[in-house]
Every structure is written in C-alpha cells, then in structure tokens.
C-alpha cells in the first residue's frame, strides 16, 4: 500500500525514525542495516513495507530496496514474525542472509537471536531454491567456500581457539580471498589469533 516515504527525518535511532512527509511524521521501525545506511541530511527516502494486523498497523523502513525484499521473503516463513525478520537484517547483513540460506548454513541462521534450530533449517528448506534463482547463485560454489570455512574452524576450535574470535578472523581472511584453501585459511588464521 505504502511503497516508500520521502521527507524530512525528525526523529532517528537504532531502531525507529520518524519522517516529517507533508505535515505528517511517519513512524517507521527499521533495522539496524538500514539505521547505519541513513545518511547525514535530513532529507531522506526509504522503501516501506505495512504489516496490518488486528491490533495494529506497522510501517517498516528500508533504505535499499533489496532489504525490504529479503525482509518479505523472510516473512513467508512460517515461524518468522516482522520483529524476528527484522532482528536478523539487524543482526547480519542482508547479503550473509543470502550467502547463509543458499549455502544451506544452519549455523549462521540459528546464531540470531531468537531462532532455534528447527526455525533456521524451515528458512533455509522454504527460502533456498527461492534464493538461488532470485539471485542467480552458484550452489556448488556456496557450498564449497563454506565447507572450507566450517573445517577451518574446526580445526583452529581442536587447536584450543575459541569459536567465536576464531569466526570473525575466519570470516574476514574469506573476504580477502574468497578461494582460499581450508590449509592456507588455518594458516593465516593462526597469525592473527
């Protein structure tokens, strides 16, 4: 109903903005990728999405279109509410949603707070072929990389590394060089742990 709101923004957090659009504020909820795209004027559009419900009607801000597009996909889910798609564009960023559903990374999902283990593999059974069309992915690609990852982490986890800074330092050497061998990400790893 409401495709996007441009105006003049008069109130700004983490998780809300109001716009000034025509004498009318505009309450929007948005997420925390969206919060640190907005830009430092005040003069600022975002693509809408209205949830109407019983007891209310909720206006959701995006500043790219595609967010709000992984935002409804996330919707179809059964099991995945407005506030729980919205704490997982919050939590990572839209395209390691992506990357997580089509390479079929339960972990990645079930790590959002909110979504147990059951809710993570209906995203990825429901969304994942639709995922791989609309972006026009390379699964065997996807998966390949990821399998590096997971092993990579393993193996740094049975050296005596914690998950967690082991992920981040991971993640970031992937980045860098997206074909590297499960060898030379542990290497590389080890040097910066």
């Not at 429901?126 to 982490?153: F, G, H, I, P, W």
């Not at 082991?166 to 080890?190: H, Y």
Request: with cysteine; charged share 25%; aromatic share 6%.
């Amino acid at each position: 109903m409401i495709a996007h709101i441009q105006g003049k923004l008069v109130e700004k957090n983490p998780t809300e903005v109001v716009i000034d659009c025509g004498g009318v504020g505009y309450h929007i909820n948005i997420s925390l990728h969206t919060y640190s795209l907005l830009p430092s004027t005040d003069q600022i559009k975002l693509f809408t999405y209205l949830q109407i419900k019983e007891d209310a009607h909720t206006l959701f801000g995006f500043f790219e279109k595609s967010e709000r597009e992984i935002f409804k996909m996330l919707l179809s889910v059964s099991g995945i509410g407005a506030s729980i798609a919205r704490t997982m564009l919050s939590s990572l960023e839209p395209k390691q949603i992506i990357q997580a559903i089509a390479s079929g990374d339960v972990g990645t999902v079930q790590s959002i707070k909110g979504i147990g283990v059951k809710t993570a593999q209906r995203v990825i059974l429901d969304l994942q072929d639709k995922v791989l069309k609309l972006y026009d992915l390379d699964e065997v690609s996807m998966v390949l990389n990821n399998t590096n990852r997971d092993e990579a982490l393993s193996a740094l986890e049975v050296l005596g590394f914690v998950r967690k800074s082991s992920e981040k330092v991971v993640e970031k050497i992937i980045k860098e060089d997206p074909d590297a061998s499960v060898e030379s990400i542990i290497k590389k790893a080890l040097k910066s742990l």
